[in-house]
């Protein structure tokens, strides 16, 4: 076992607490399934958004995913706010205690976010 991180990405369709909600539900799921990940294994979670983005906190939403999510250690903070950047952005560091190696960890850049890593190769589509 060793200690990863994997990212992954979503810019969110509108500022919302529905809209973040389910963006963070489903990014945090898609890095779950793609990586073989359970609660239990992650040892914290990083939250940033767009500072367009103030209707709610990701985090709130991947508590209710049950299944241990209620003990995982989730934080939220905001984006520096770099001019020319992605609007409406959401973005996640998951490091877990995982058997995969740093180049078989499968990070998951959603939608208009994939061009944020094209260097990753890894598109996840909606």
């Known amino acids: 076992m060793a200690v990863r991180g994997i990212r ?8 919302s607490s529905g ?9 945090v799921t898609r890095m779950v399934r793609a990586n073989r990940v359970r609660a239990g294994d992650v040892a914290y979670v990083y939250f940033t958004v767009t ?11 991947v508590r209710m995913l049950g299944d241990g ?4 250690p989730l934080l939220c ?3 520096i706010p770099v001019p020319g950047s992605m609007k409406r952005l ?5 490091v877990v205690n995982t058997p995969l190696g740093q180049k078989q960890v ?11 890593r094209p260097d990753l190769g890894r ?4």
């Open 51 to 61: 500072g367009d983005l103030t209707a709610d906190f990701p985090a709130r939403a």
């Open 90 to 94: 959401l973005r996640v560091l998951m």
């Open 123 to 126: 598109r996840s589509r909606p």
């Open 106 to 116: 499968r990070h998951q850049y959603v939608g208009a976010a994939a061009r944020l």
């Open 19 to 27: 809209a973040i909600s389910e963006a963070a539900r489903d990014l």
């Open 69 to 72: 999510w209620g003990h995982v």
């Open 77 to 79: 903070s905001q984006e």
């Open 8 to 15: 992954g990405a979503v810019q969110v369709g509108r500022n």
